[in-house]
């Protein structure tokens, strides 16, 4: 973080990568054959980086806003065949916080945040015509932080 003034800029880094559970479905290779096919699919968020802008607005409140990328990196197990490509996304958040300084330059920190990603749709590729698209990502976070200034 980086403090000009009242305004803070930082830049916010998930060290562990997010995994979603998997989902699975089976589809019949025709109506005469019924011969069923297996697919699993899941997606891993990685290198989820916020560039954010803290303004204080009344004693240690704080509102917060900034901007997301995130690679998204499929992994799933097709019968059907073929394989989905990985992508990235964008995104915003925004929220609030509270800070209070308890002595010699440390702090406490407790911050509510919620995040809206764009769409994303990738191909499959061995039949083009089929894609996976996902909409409508939204997030919800809540930490407490110990932060020290020097």
Do not use: C
Not at 28 to 54: G, R
Not at 112 to 130: E, F, I, R
């Amino acid at each position: 973080e980086y403090t000009a003034g009242p305004v803070t800029f930082g830049i916010d880094y998930h060290l562990e990568d997010i995994t979603t559970p998997s989902a699975t479905n089976a589809q019949w290779t025709s109506d005469s054959d019924k011969t069923a096919l297996t697919n699993t699919v899941k997606a891993t968020f990685e290198n989820h980086t916020t560039a954010y802008i803290a303004m204080p607005v009344w004693g240690g409140l704080y509102v917060k806003a900034g901007a997301i990328y995130v690679d998204i990196k499929t992994q799933e197990k097709l019968g059907t065949g073929g394989e989905y490509g990985n992508t990235d996304t964008t995104g915003f958040t925004a929220g609030f916080g509270f800070q209070h300084e308890v002595q010699d330059g440390f702090s406490i920190r407790g911050e509510v945040l919620g995040a809206q990603y764009d769409d994303v749709k990738v191909n499959n590729s061995k039949n083009t015509t089929t894609t996976v698209e996902v909409t409508d990502m939204m997030g919800a976070s809540a930490r407490v932080s110990i932060v020290k200034t020097f």
